[in-house]
Nanobody, 124 residues
Framework: QVRLVESGGGLVQPGGSLRLSCAAS????????MAWYRQAPGESRRLVAA???????NYVDSVKGRFTISRDNAKNTGYLQMNSLKPEDTAVYYC??????????????????WGQGTQVTVSS
């Protein structure tokens, strides 16, 4: 089965940095878009950044210039480098991927997958 596993969350002081990773496993044929969302307490899940299969990126305005999304297609892994972190960045961060995979002789195209989430806390 296909899984997305995040890592790299934790507690950091304001102004600090963290790097999140999202590793996709399974018999993956291709990954279209990889994205990071976040959900703060009492709020809905919102898009933070996304990168498509050829490296085009987009960011929510509040993280532009501070966060960088990237991917390593050979490793089926995505990253979110977060610098100059602020308390308002505190949230559970979720990896999302639109990907295609094969199980035995069946092909599944453009399926939407989520990771389990990783907590990021920015506090002094």
């Amino acid at each position: 089965q296909v899984r997305l596993v995040e890592s790299g969350g934790g507690l950091v002081q304001p102004g600090g940095s963290l790097r999140l990773s999202c590793a996709a496993s399974g018999n993956i044929f291709s990954i279209n878009t990889m994205a990071w969302y976040r959900q703060a307490p009492g709020e809905s899940r919102r898009l933070v950044a996304a990168v498509d299969s050829v490296g085009n990126t987009n960011y929510v305005d509040s993280v532009k210039g501070r966060f960088t999304i990237s991917r390593d297609n050979a490793k089926n892994t995505g990253y979110l480098q977060m610098n100059s972190l602020k308390p308002e960045d505190t949230a559970v961060y979720y990896c999302n991927a639109i990907l295609s995979y094969q199980i035995e002789d069946r092909f599944y195209g453009n399926q939407n997958y989520w990771g389990q989430g990783t907590q990021v806390t920015v506090s002094s």
